[in-house]
């Protein structure tokens, strides 16, 4: 039989701006971040805000004059009827709010409030449609004050796509980057023959001559998130017995012997995502290598923070476990999750939620989830179905999108050509039927 040797892949981890070394909260307010996110807002549109509206001033919320026409710039608050408080848990009247589904709170009510230092204002007006937009996303906007004191948008001026670092020289020749993510090993919907398949495959232990040679061309395998499902019913706040302590640690074996078998034979990096061992706010620290002795006994594994973001061979990738595409969906509306994921970029911003309604750590200097380079690849873990497409930019940007199915339920995995940024599945099916 032929032996094929693995190709390789120039690597270089970009997570260092979602490090948080010296963690303190005493003393800080999430108010910070909203600060930094308009600063660096500000300094991002104001040679785009020149040259869109050359003739107007731009003013704070404070300056603004009765039907004086001028550009404000700051973040959007949206004000939302039904959004979830935990003052109503309290709430006499809490009977009165009506029944919602509770993957959504979008009401008719809604409407959208500008922000900026020192002030607020209500907008109208038929350009800004409240269901798709959320609470942390910055505009700016050319207007004027009504006599009501609200602010009539006139038109508006977004942040757009980043400008796009170019990659090297295209390459020859085929090579693969595997995404996996919801694996959920522990869990009731866990299937460990269709993981096994998944190993099996990408470590060349499938298939005949073909399919071994495709195998070899994987240069990295990214599992995006929820990858350990505790058992319910583990973690209930009382004292473990030893059942309990062996439930506990047993997904966490299994899973660092099938990560040991897929580091052994390629480069892994392994996100944390909602479920896992790991911080619940964003961003997310890597999991302890402590976790995955087998594992992390090679250097092929690599324990990233979530977001994760890397270069291979040149080309930049950015990836999230899903966390904040999951909340826009909440918040605001969209046709697909596709849809979600470009409006992130369009408004160069990760998670514009955090920390409103998605937990985030209360950064006073920086605001990391500001996206300053356009990826050429961007991939959300842990979504409903497949979805891939080509993003085009009006400044020749190419940009892969990419929702990664839950494998617990799907049994897809993604897999892209570094060669074409040609994209398709690998479905791993365990049913055993005739």
Not at 193 to 210: K, M
Not at 219 to 232: H, T, Y
Request: hydrophobic share 35%; charged share 20%; with cysteine.
């Amino acid at each position: 039989m032929k032996l094929f040797e693995r190709k390789q892949a120039i690597y270089k981890t970009l997570d260092e701006r979602y490090l948080i070394n010296g963690q303190r909260y005493k003393g800080q307010q999430y108010s910070q971040i909203y600060f930094a996110r308009l600063h660096h807002l500000r300094n991002l549109l104001h040679s785009p805000v020149t040259n869109w509206k050359p003739h107007l001033q731009v003013n704070t919320v404070l300056e603004l004059e009765e039907n004086k026409e001028c550009v404000i710039v700051g973040t959007i608050y949206k004000h939302m009827k039904l959004k979830p408080s935990i003052l109503d848990e309290y709430s006499k009247e809490r009977t009165a709010v009506p029944l919602v589904k509770p993957h959504n709170f979008l009401h008719p009510d809604d409407h959208l409030i500008l922000e900026d230092e020192i002030g607020r204002v209500k907008l109208k007006g038929s350009l800004l449609i409240p269901t798709d937009f959320v609470t942390g996303i910055g505009l700016a906007l050319h207007g004027k004050k009504t006599s009501e004191g609200d602010f009539l948008v006139l038109d508006v001026l977004e942040a757009g796509l980043p400008r796009q670092i170019k990659p090297r020289a295209q390459l020859g020749e085929d090579k693969y980057v595997v995404f996996i993510s919801g694996v959920n090993v522990g869990s009731n919907i866990f299937n460990p023959l269709q993981f096994q398949l998944f190993v099996d495959h990408v470590t060349g232990h499938l298939g005949g001559e073909n399919e071994q040679k495709i195998a070899s061309e994987i240069v990295r395998v990214v599992i995006a998130g929820n990858s350990i499902g505790i058992p319910q019913g583990v973690l209930n706040g009382q004292a473990l017995t030893a059942e309990d302590q062996s439930k506990l640690i047993e997904p966490i074996k299994e899973i660092d012997i099938l990560l040991t078998q897929l580091v052994a034979a390629v480069p892994l990096d392994m996100m944390p995502g909602p479920i896992d061992p790991a911080n619940f706010f964003l961003p997310q620290q890597p999991l302890h290598q402590c976790l995955f002795p087998g594992a992390s006994a090679y250097n092929t594994f690599f324990s990233c923070t979530n977001p994760h973001q890397f270069e291979l061979d040149g080309f930049q990738f950015l990836g999230t476990s899903g966390q904040n595409i999951d909340d826009l969906e909440k918040y605001s509306s969209a046709k697909t999750k596709l849809e979600f994921v470009e409006r992130t970029l369009r408004c160069r911003h990760l998670a514009p939620t955090a920390p409103n309604t998605l937990g985030c750590y209360p950064f006073t200097e920086k605001d990391p989830f500001f996206i300053e380079s356009c990826p050429n690849v961007y991939f959300v873990g842990n979504q409903e179905k497949y979805e891939t497409r080509l993003l085009q930019g009006p400044e020749k940007q190419l940009v892969r999108l990419i929702c990664i199915p839950r494998f617990s339920e799907s049994g897809v995995a993604v897999m892209l050509n570094l060669k074409n940024f040609d994209c398709h599945t690998l479905n791993f099916s365990a049913d055993l039927d005739p």
